[in-house]
């Protein structure tokens, strides 16, 4: 059975950092485009970042510069590190896998196959 297990969310200051982790099993998960997205109170799902199987990347405009996602295909994990966090990225964020994948799909929470149950991020300013 496919599960995404997301951690490492947390209350933070503004301009500190955190790492959240998502460990997938039930998948071959190299094989799988890996994506964050995050929700905050009364507003839609939103696109974060996503890293492909060859290590590519991809931001929202929003975070780019500040976040960093990686994997480790030995460890089935995926990694978000967020510095410089702003108030603004308050939310519970979600790490979500996608199979059948292509440019425009990496962002589009609708195409992802499975989630995780997300983990809460709260910034104080």
């Known amino acids: 059975q496919e599960q995404l297990i997301e951690s490492g969310g947390g209350l933070v200051q503004a301009g500190d950092s955190l790492r959240l982790s998502c460990a997938a099993s039930g998948l071959t998960f190299s094989r799988y485009v890996m994506g964050w997205f995050r929700q905050a109170p009364g507003k839609e799902r939103e696109f974060v970042a996503a890293i492909l199987w060859s290590g590519g990347t991809i931001y929202s405009d929003s975070v780019k510069g500040r976040f960093t996602v990686s994997r480790d295909n030995a460890e089935n994990t995926v990694y978000l590190q967020m510095n410089s966090l702003k108030a603004e990225d308050t939310a519970v964020y979600y790490c979500?896998?996608?199979?059948?994948?292509?440019?425009?799909?990496?962002?589009?929470?609708?195409?992802?196959?499975?989630w995780g149950q997300g983990t809460q991020v709260t910034v104080s300013s």
């Open positions: 979500a896998a996608q199979k059948i994948t292509t440019m425009g799909a990496r962002t589009m929470k609708n195409l992802y196959d499975y």
